[in-house]
């Protein structure tokens, strides 16, 4: 959803990608609850605290509803890392993507069927997240993080995306066409 400009610690760096409101008005049509899980290791790394981040996931989800009527129902964001600088945040966590712990909280948080879900994203470790929760997943290939993950039990490198596209309206065509 916003432009990967490096780490993401002020409202003012937030940069929404081109197609991501024509997305969301589209997304609005279809009746899909809409979650966003994300990886902030910039709290582990003590450069914002826990209420930053959710002040900037607040913002972008009014942004996004002003813009395009589409209500985001939740963010989850995993704060930990396992080399954490900050000890309480230094840890080997079940939300840190690539694992699949923020995917199964919001399916029972919400009461979502995951086998009739689909997770989009521009890394391995959203496809690899999606796939352990069971959610068909989408790659979106911008081109800019396809050097090889860091290492991590939980990376297998054996899964490979359903779809890949380069933008979220295709993936957005996507689920049109392949959800049941
Ligand atoms: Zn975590």
Known sequence: ?????????????????????????????????LIVVTNQAVVARGMIDEAGVSEINQYILDEVYKNTGCKIEKFYFCPHHPNANIEEYRENCECRKPKPGML??????????????????????????????????????????????????AF????????????????????NKTRS
């Open 104 to 153: 199964m909280q919001a399916a029972r948080e919400f009461g979502i069927d995951l086998s009739q879900s689909y997770m989009i994203g521009d890394r391995l470790s959203d496809v690899i997240a999606g796939a352990k929760a069971g959610c068909r997943t989408i790659l979106l290939a911008t081109g800019k993080h396809e050097d090889a993950p860091i290492e991590s039990d």
């Open 156 to 175: 297998d490198l054996e899964i490979k995306p359903d779809f890949t596209c380069s933008n979220l309206t295709e993936a957005v065509e996507i689920i």
């Open 1 to 33: 959803m916003i432009k990967d400009n490096g780490h993401l610690t002020q409202i003012e760096d937030i940069e929404f990608a081109v197609d991501v409101f024509p997305a969301f008005r589209l997304f609005k049509s279809m009746d899909f609850k």
